[in-house]
């Protein structure tokens, strides 16, 4: 099933909506067409639901929101260094707007668009399609780009994200999501006593402004290995430059399983909570993954009375690596003129 309701109206007179998309299971999802953004996502647990995903009651508290919660992310998620690289001989300045680098596509990115929203499924996997366009030049990239999301709540209890993409100049393209997943409820308090797990035996360390050096380092005897299951508090106690330099748990994971091949979703790493019993599965068809564990958040009101601090979410960023257009041994984040982009994200909800 999915309703739509008014949330609120820009400066500019464009409307923001938000769809409800609730599955057989009563598990449900509230998007907005402001960003995309995943506002809600209530998994019916006893004797109440759970929220698992960070947010805020206001289109007001989006408009100032610059930690992206929820949000759909591009042209380029996480970090281009000096916003600036080359492609086919030609030289680019992106949109410089954190530290002197370009951070989730420039000041406005994918998440400051209202998108438009077509119900394609009002099924028992209710499944909706946000739309937009984005002009050549826009923050500095080049190509005119036709963008859709998918989000899908299947019977499996996935909340299923498709990227789909066409420019017609060849470009650089790294969409995301960046929702903040709480599994206790995005309420309450911190994931540092929660457990993750990812099958990556590689990640990129950073400078002290999170930009890759190059290097794909081994995770083992560092606290980016989570091939086990792994407390965040544990990980987070270790003593690492990488830790400081990313204020924490900040980092992209490369995963195993990715080949440039890779159209489906594989099994990338889970989260659990032992509180609430929830597990939720991630899959993904991208090379990277950014575990970021809201750091920098102190004291910011959130949805119903709910006061965020560092730590209050975790973050599961599925991507290209950061950096990738100054890395030529990255997996290439380029996207031809004309071709097909698609890639694939589910976080799959274990009851
Ligand atoms: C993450 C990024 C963090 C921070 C955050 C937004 O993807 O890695 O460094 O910028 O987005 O608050």
């Not at 610059?66 to 300045?93: C, E, P, T, W």
Request: net charge negative.
């Amino acid at each position: 099933m999915i309703t739509n309701k008014h949330f609120g109206t820009l400066a500019n007179g464009q409307t923001v909506e938000e769809h409800t998309l609730t599955n057989q299971h009563g598990v449900s999802v509230d998007i907005l067409t402001l960003g995309g953004i995943l506002r809600r996502f209530l998994v019916p647990t006893k004797p109440k639901a759970t929220d698992i995903v960070l947010g805020f009651d206001t289109l007001e508290e989006y408009l100032a929101d610059q930690s992206y919660l929820g949000a759909l992310v591009g042209r380029y998620a996480n970090r281009i260094a000096h916003g600036k690289f080359s492609l086919n001989n030609a030289d680019y300045q992106v949109d410089v707007n954190q530290a002197g680098n370009c951070l989730h596509g420039g000041a406005n990115g994918f998440n400051a668009y209202v998108w438009q929203a077509t119900v394609l499924s009002d099924s028992n996997e209710p499944s909706l399609a946000l739309e937009m366009s984005s002009p050549d030049g826009d923050q500095g990239f080049p190509g005119n780009i036709n963008v859709k999301a998918v989000y899908t709540l299947t019977k499996q209890n996935r909340l299923k994200i498709e990227y789909f993409a066409k420019s017609d100049q060849d470009t650089v393209f790294n969409p995301t999501n960046h929702a903040y997943f709480n599994l206790a409820g995005q309420h309450h308090g911190s994931v540092a006593n929660q457990k993750i797990s990812l099958e990556a035996s590689h990640y990129t360390p950073t400078n002290a402004n999170a930009i890759p050096t190059g290097e794909i380092a081994s995770v083992e005897n560092t606290p980016f290995d989570f091939r086990q299951s792994t407390i965040i508090a544990d990980a987070l106690a270790l003593n690492h430059q990488q830790l400081e330099y990313g204020n924490g748990l900040d980092h992209n994971l490369c995963l195993d399983k990715f080949t440039a091949a890779q159209k489906d979703a594989f099994y990338a790493g889970n989260a659990a909570c032992q509180q609430s019993g929830l597990e939720m599965k991630v899959y993904t068809s991208m090379p990277g993954m950014q575990i970021f564990t809201a750091n920098h958040f102190a004291d910011m009101p959130g949805k119903e009375g709910a006061i965020y601090q560092a730590h209050q979410g975790v973050c599961f960023e599925s991507q290209f690596y950061p950096d990738t257009p100054n890395h030529t041994h990255f997996p290439s984040a380029e996207l031809k003129a004309n071709a097909e982009f698609y890639s694939v994200t589910e976080y799959e909800i274990i009851l």
